[in-house]
């Protein structure tokens, strides 16, 4: 017997169970595409659908996942000055690791869908997928040393305020998971900044990121804790899924080959950084981020994980081809100003990208007003 048909076997009946049926209709529209037809035209079939999509997502996340339990165990033993090479006590760097991220993630999913199966029975209708990629993505941009609690408070915080108060999936104007992270950073800094909580479990010990070095020393401050290749790699302290350059890559040629990200926004946010990095290097000045080479703020930070993963959310970045270029490039010259204008929180693209979100409707609204002004000419 298939798991559908498990599902259909024990439905219950829809006059007498009332409450119990509604969370199995629910429950079952999460787990399986509905069997409904349109009945009206025009309509275009894929073979691409929302669950397909939300779950190429996540494959692309599982990596980062793993990666992050490896090095949350790793910082850890390194602080503590055990195991401090690379390949030394792998098994118990994983297990640490992991018994610091699992519970996260299990939180973000438990909470989340919570509120998603309260708001499905409220309204009567199916259980939607857009969590379960917000879910994975909301512990990858969090310290492992997060309290619970704050995390709890962030995600219904971002879920409540930033996705049902507009109607749900589809619906929200701003990213999910990084309202969240808005959310831990504006109530509770101490908690998300700073040196002390990028090492899980060693009192007193500040494990300092590259751009906490290179806000008060310059790159020559950060290549002196880190090498390139650390950098590169991955290997230093920050956010779960944020610091190992290879696997985001990776994981952003994957949603671009099954055309989920938009490769403008990309490129375009790429472009954008490193047009205005030239124009502080060209500039230069007393601050220390203006004089970091404009191609090793690549390695600094999470970049590419929010240009690859935060921005192309297709809900709330801009629609059009042209608005997409407008809203990268953007994204990649805010998030830099305010890394090289903000020393307390060098971190720019969290701020860049929701503020994008918000004008993301308008781009679109002048580069259609434009195309139509230029067909208009043409007539």
Excluded: C
């Amino acid at each position: 017997m298939g798991l559908l048909d498990f599902f259909k076997k024990i439905e219950p009946d829809k006059q007498k169970s009332g409450f119990l049926h509604t969370l199995y209709d629910g429950f079952f529209t999460f787990l399986f595409v509905p069997n409904k037809r349109p009945k009206n035209a025009s309509h275009v079939h894929d073979h691409i659908d929302l669950k397909r999509t939300m779950i190429f997502v996540v494959y692309a996340l599982i990596p980062l996942y793993i990666f992050g339990m490896y090095n949350v165990g790793h910082q850890h033993y390194l602080a503590m000055g055990e195991m401090t090479g690379l390949t030394e006590g792998l098994g118990a760097k994983f297990l640490y690791g992991a018994l610091k991220v699992l519970p996260i993630y299990v939180i973000s999913m438990v909470v989340g869908l919570g509120i998603e199966f309260y708001f499905a029975y409220k309204k009567g209708h199916g259980i939607e997928e857009g969590y379960l990629v917000t879910g994975a993505l909301i512990p990858l941009i969090m310290p492992a040393s997060l309290p619970y609690w704050i995390l709890v408070l962030a995600i219904v915080f971002a879920v409540l305020i930033g996705k049902e108060a507009f109607g749900g999936t589809g619906m929200n104007v701003v990213n999910v998971a990084l309202l969240a992270r808005v959310f831990v950073f504006f109530a509770y800094p101490t908690s998300i900044s700073g040196d002390a909580v990028w090492v899980s479990g060693v009192d007193g010990f500040t494990g300092a990121t590259p751009l906490a070095m290179a806000s008060s020393g310059g790159w020559t401050e950060v290549i002196s804790h880190y090498t390139p290749e650390q950098m590169f790699w991955g290997v230093i302290p920050g956010s779960i899924g944020e610091t190992s350059k290879p696997l985001i890559i990776l994981g952003a040629l994957f949603l671009l080959l099954s055309r989920i990200a938009s490769w403008r926004i990309i490129l375009g946010g790429i472009i954008g950084m490193s047009v205005m990095g030239l124009i502080f290097n060209a500039f230069g000045g007393s601050n220390a981020y203006m004089n970091v080479p404009w191609y090793d703020h690549f390695l600094m930070g999470s970049f590419l994980f929010a240009i690859s993963f935060m921005a192309t959310d297709p809900v709330t970045a801009a629609s059009t081809n042209r608005g997409k270029w407008i809203y990268g490039l953007l994204i990649g010259a805010i998030g830099l100003v305010i890394r090289v204008s903000n020393p307390a929180y060098p971190e720019g693209w969290m701020l860049a990208i929701l503020l994008l979100n918000v004008f993301a409707p308008l781009i679109d609204y002048f580069v259609l007003q434009g195309n139509m002004k230029k067909r208009l000419k043409r007539a």
